[in-house]
């Protein structure tokens, strides 16, 4: 069995004093944090050791009990507060992986300078610094919290003296069925503050895309080519043996595109208005936070809609193109910036596609980009000619929405071509692989299915074997 695991977002009813509680215990449980942060500095060997057993020897070095009444580092004295147990614990823990990352980045810093000493060269690169000040959210470990129901929660708050249970009312959807919640913790955000709820779900384990594509002749996939352009995503469900079953246009770029980019443009004349600004001080906060929001929701709905369009036929893969480096055309701030944050959407759709896709057993893959929409899908040639309706297909133009290949006459939409290819290319580079590993008989490798075979020879055919290796079963 696998796991699939994502977080629950509830937003809390304000009441007098929650923030002030909010702010004491956050307070506090930083300044833990840092307390056993320096106990990781001055005992470094704690790391060598699993996080349970440091977890303990921690608590033996800073706690005192009745049959440790006098701990080398005494946590109460240097608190001057009565801390609860599984508040200790989680600071121990967050002290842990913060100080591993420190240990990790200073011992980088060590190897580079070590090779540039080697070879006679200076090394100006200044060494990583342990972080001055923590801000990280205080969870609630079993024991912080209680009486959880679908409108309100009771968790333990340092009002600054003392320890009290306060109820939270909570303004959003119950804990979903089939979801096994993990400790919350409480986050503020723009004002309000949030309860932040893991939840874990137990899935059968998907068999790897390799072992996929070796033994199910029938294997269904469904490649994606995300765009700039009205149709954000075009997804085109394959079948291993290249036969396309069935093509979703996922719409809604043009009016998206249109709507961030007015409210970039009025970012961009009130900032004309108030002249320049100070260094670090934040400038049309309402609006970046409505672009943010939009785009936000735009990569959840763009994302759902790709994966119910997998399950409605059955995929069980999602191929992306592995694409990176994008860079905006020179122009009007509202036009690069419209741009960009589009370029940025296309990694959150992927993103949030593959935490979907994962909870309902489907994997994601990525091929690379080159040429997947300069190539025909039909027989492989390259460039095809790519113009709009009232032009004539005379070279590859990009962003064009049609195209025509010169070699088989094959002719459509552009972004259905290089949904095509991309699929294309990801059949290609399993079969590539599994006839490398048939050949060289290494371990692990799957036992591959005589159709799937029989598929990758029709490949072969149709593509005239320019994009595809020879391979024998002999």
């Not at 980088?108 to 990280?136: D, I, L, M, S, Y």
């Not at 036969?243 to 998206?256: D, F, H, M, P």
């Not at 509202?334 to 909870?359: D, M, P």
Request: glycine letters at 6%.
């Amino acid at each position: 069995m696998a796991s699939s695991t994502k977080t629950q977002r509830i937003r809390l009813e304000m009441r007098p004093g929650l923030l002030d509680w909010y702010e004491a215990t956050t307070t506090l449980y930083n300044q833990v944090v840092a307390f056993y942060f320096d106990l990781y500095q001055a005992q470094p060997g704690l790391l060598d050791l699993n996080q349970q057993e440091a977890l303990t020897q921690a608590e033996r070095l800073t706690h005192r009990t009745t049959a440790n009444p006098a701990p080398l580092w005494p946590l109460e004295e240097a608190m001057g507060a009565d801390i609860p147990a599984m508040l200790r614990r989680a600071a121990i823990n967050a002290a842990r992986g913060a100080f591993q990352s420190f240990h990790s980045r200073y011992q980088r810093w060590q190897n580079e300078k070590a090779k540039f000493e080697a070879k006679g060269k200076r090394f100006a690169h200044r060494p990583p610094v342990p972080p001055r000040t923590f801000r990280f959210n205080p969870p609630f470990y079993q024991g912080m919290f209680k009486e959880r129901t679908a409108t309100s929660i009771r968790v333990r708050l340092y009002s600054g003296t003392s320890w009290q249970w306060v109820k939270l009312h909570l303004r959003g959807e119950p804990l979903p069925e089939g979801w096994e919640a993990g400790s919350p913790s409480l986050v503020r955000r723009r004002g309000h503050l949030r309860l932040h709820t893991p939840l874990t779900k137990q899935i059968p384990t998907p068999s790897k895309a390799l072992v996929q594509v070796a033994l199910n002749p029938s294997l269904r996939i469904c490649a994606i080519d995300l765009n700039l352009g009205d149709a954000q995503a075009v997804c085109t469900i394959l079948q291993a043996d290249g036969t396309e079953v069935a093509t979703r246009y996922i719409r809604g770029g043009k009016s998206l595109h249109a709507r961030r980019k007015r409210l970039l443009g009025k970012v961009a004349r009130k900032r004309r208005q108030s002249g320049r600004l100070s260094e670090g001080e934040a400038d049309n906060i309402k609006l970046w936070q409505k672009i943010r929001a939009i785009d936000e929701a735009e990569a959840h709905r763009v994302s759902r809609r790709i994966v119910e369009v997998a399950q409605a036929h059955g995929a069980t893969i999602l191929v992306f193109e592995h694409l990176g480096n994008l860079k905006p055309q020179k122009g009007r701030y509202s036009r690069r910036g419209n741009e960009k944050r589009a370029y940025w959407l296309k990694g959150t759709i992927v993103q949030y596609s593959r935490y979907k896709a994962w909870e309902q057993g489907i994997l994601t893959s990525r091929v690379s980009p080159h040429n997947t929409s300069r190539d025909c899908s039909g027989c492989g040639h390259s460039p095809v000619a790519r113009y709009a309706a009232d032009e004539a297909p005379l070279d590859y133009r990009p962003g064009a929405p049609l195209y025509l290949c010169p070699a088989c006459l094959k002719r459509g939409n552009a972004d259905h071509n290089a949904a095509l290819n991309i699929g294309f290319r990801f059949f290609q580079r399993a079969f590539r692989t599994l006839s490398k590993s048939l050949h060289s008989k290494g371990s692990g490798v799957p036992t591959v299915n005589l159709i799937a075979w029989q598929h990758f020879a029709a490949w072969q055919d149709r593509r005239s074997g320019s994009a595809l290796p020879a391979f024998s079963l002999a």
